[in-house]
């Protein structure tokens, strides 16, 4: 069993960065691939990114390439994600999941997910 949970959501202008932040418990936080997510008023939740188990593999999806980077720590039992050149679009409740499928982009892909955490970006 895995829990997670997100910080770091909040209130930016477009153009403006945050960083989420969401921490694992356990002790087998390595051995899964992790994944972002997002879902805005009234949609579905639709892929942000993944990053493998480890380290070495990113996938973005096309809205957010280049301006999003996703990352990990093992050792903090910790997956990050950078977001700059925030546009009001991003604007979505964002959250983290962990499975074993390798690099899933499919949110029925997950075993685990957090809360999830808002992020508002203003135009």
């Known amino acids: 069993q895995v829990e997670l949970v997100e910080s770091g959501g909040g209130l930016v202008q477009a153009g403006g960065s945050l960083r989420l932040s969401c921490a694992a418990s356990?002790?087998?936080?390595?051995?899964?691939?992790m994944g972002w997510f997002r879902q805005a008023p009234g949609k579905g939740r639709v892929f942000v990114a993944a990053?493998?188990?480890?380290?070495?593999?990113?996938y973005y999806a096309d809205s957010v390439k280049g301006r999003f980077t996703v990352s990990r720590d093992n050792a903090k039992n910790t997956v990050y994600l950078q977001m700059d050149s925030l546009k009001p679009e991003d604007t979505a409740v964002y959250y983290c999941?962990?499975?074993?499928?390798?690099?899933?982009?499919?949110?029925?892909?997950?075993?685990?997910w957090g809360q999830g955490t808002q992020v508002t970006v203003s135009s």
């Open positions: 990053i493998s188990r480890s380290v070495r593999n990113t």
């Open positions: 999941a962990g499975g074993r499928i390798y690099v899933a982009t499919r949110w029925d892909q997950y075993d685990y």
């Open positions: 356990g002790r087998t936080f390595n051995t899964y691939s």
